[in-house]
């Protein structure tokens, strides 16, 4: 069962760790500047969305190349 969810948790660790990464400059522990938060938020949406592109691609990738029997039988 751990197997199923080991990738989705890695993303979402992943993901989590960029996000603060890009978010916080080095003079502020909190994040914060001058020019303000909207510029910051939408990269992390955006390296968010990246993110989840790339991990739900791989299942799409390996589901087109399995054949419509093979599927149906489990």
Partial sequence: MMRKWAPMIAAVALGAAVAVALTRPA????????RGHVPKFAGGIGVTMLIGAV?????????SKTPPTAALNG
């Fill in 27 to 34: 003079g502020d522990p909190a994040g914060r500047s001058e």
């Fill in 55 to 63: 991990a739900g691609l791989y299942p799409a990738i390996r589901a």
